[in-house]
Structure formats: C-alpha cells, structure tokens
C-alpha cells in the first residue's frame, strides 16, 4: 500500500495569506483544464473524490491540500488535527487555460499561482499533468517558467497515453524530456526536470509516478532506491 493512499482532505484556500504554515514538503499538482490532474490525484491516492473534477472546467479557482499521515481532519475542525504526525501536503493547484473563465479569474490565477510556485519556501516539487495528445501549451510553458528559477524539481506525467498509438507516445515522451532539457541552471546543468507516460485508463505509468512523487517529497523507503529510475517506453 502506498502512502499517498492516507492522503486526506486538509484544507482549502483562496489567498496566500491563508496557506498552512506547517514546514512540511509539499508536492504540488498542477495542470491545463481537462489534462486529467484530479483522475491522476485520485488513483495515485486510490480514492474516487479526493480531488474534485468540476463539471464546469476552470470553475475551481482554489488551492487544495491534502495531508499525508496525521489526523483525518475536515477544514473546520482544525483544533483536532495531529499537526506533528503530517509528514508532506499534496497540493491540488486550480487547472487554468479555459477559454470561459473570466478575465477577472484568469488575473486570479495568475496572482495565486504565480506567486505560490515561485515563492513557497515549503513547495518541494511540481507535478505538471500535460495531456500527452497537446503537450506544453502556451500556459503549460509558463508555469514552468515560473518555476524553473527555483532549481527544484518538475515531473511532468503526460496524461492520457492510452489515446496515442505506441510509435506516437514514444515520441511525445521524447519532446518532453528534450523539452524540459533545455532548462539549465547558472552553470549550464540541466535542472531535475523528469517526464513519464501516464494512463488512469488502463493505470500505466501509476507505479513509475508513485515512486516519484514519494521521492521528492520524503517519504521513498529504503527498499524504493534506485526505483526511479528512467523507463525505456519501447520495452
């Protein structure tokens, strides 16, 4: 059983004034509307509605965390949570790119994620779901310009694999990392910037982005070294 399957509801906010000051690691998910970010939360924590997929895309305009270990605890019964049990938030960042929100949503978005990814001190990492058929759209490009600065690590999982034929996942696996390559510190060294193919359909891809999000945020065992390690998509 995985940890991620103790992930439960923590918390919801809508300005970063009321972001939860516990000093753990936070993974943080985020993605285009419709990419596919609250089924791939739900089967990593293997749980139907942790993470809520709007009927309206783009209708959610909050930032979710879910704790890993801890009380299970609602938002208003704060006073009851085993603060010094929770050992990393998952964070369900609002998906962004739908062409109905209003303009006054789409600065909302951009204030709040904009200003979370660059400057969370607790943000260990960024899961960037990317719908594998339409990779890094003009939005995808910008949170990952927002976040490259930090030097903290990008795992993009590209969602929806089980629509692509092998001969175009393989390729579309490849643009990414070439993709996510090109980013480079100040002594011109790739940042930890990995990518996966990634099917909630037929659960390709699960273990591969299980081990990886335990790695980045603190929570891999011993027997899980070395376990993510690149996957040839061609074996």
């Not at 004034?17 to 419709?34: C, K, M, W, Y």
Request: proline share 5%.
């Amino acid at each position: 059983m995985s940890l991620l399957w103790q992930a439960r509801f923590f918390t919801t906010v809508n300005h970063l004034r009321d972001l939860p000051t516990l000093q753990v690691p936070e993974i943080a998910f985020a993605g285009r509307s419709n990419a596919g970010k609250s089924t791939a939360i739900n089967l990593l924590c293997n749980q139907k509605k942790l993470a809520f997929a709007s009927k309206t895309p783009g209708r959610t305009q909050h930032i979710n965390y879910f704790s890993i270990g801890g009380a299970h605890v609602g938002q208003h019964r704060k006073d009851e949570t085993k603060v010094d049990e929770i050992r990393s938030m998952l964070v369900d960042l609002p998906g962004y790119g739908y062409a109905e929100v209003s303009g006054s949503a789409k600065l909302h978005w951009q204030a709040l994620l904009g200003d979370y990814v660059r400057r969370r001190q607790q943000l260990a990492a960024l899961i960037l779901i990317v719908d594998s058929r339409r990779p890094f759209t003009e939005l995808d490009v910008q949170m990952v310009e927002w976040f490259a600065p930090t030097g903290k690590p990008i795992h993009c999982i590209l969602s929806k694999s089980d629509k692509l034929n092998r001969n175009d996942a393989t390729n579309a696996l490849r643009q990414a990392r070439t993709f996510l390559a090109s980013y480079v510190d100040e002594n011109n060294q790739p940042l930890p910037f990995t990518a996966q193919l990634f099917s909630a359909l037929n659960r390709n891809g699960l273990e591969e982005a299980n081990e990886r999000i335990l790695a980045l945020a603190g929570l891999a065992t011993p027997d899980d070294a070395g376990s993510d390690a690149a996957v040839d998509p061609e074996k």
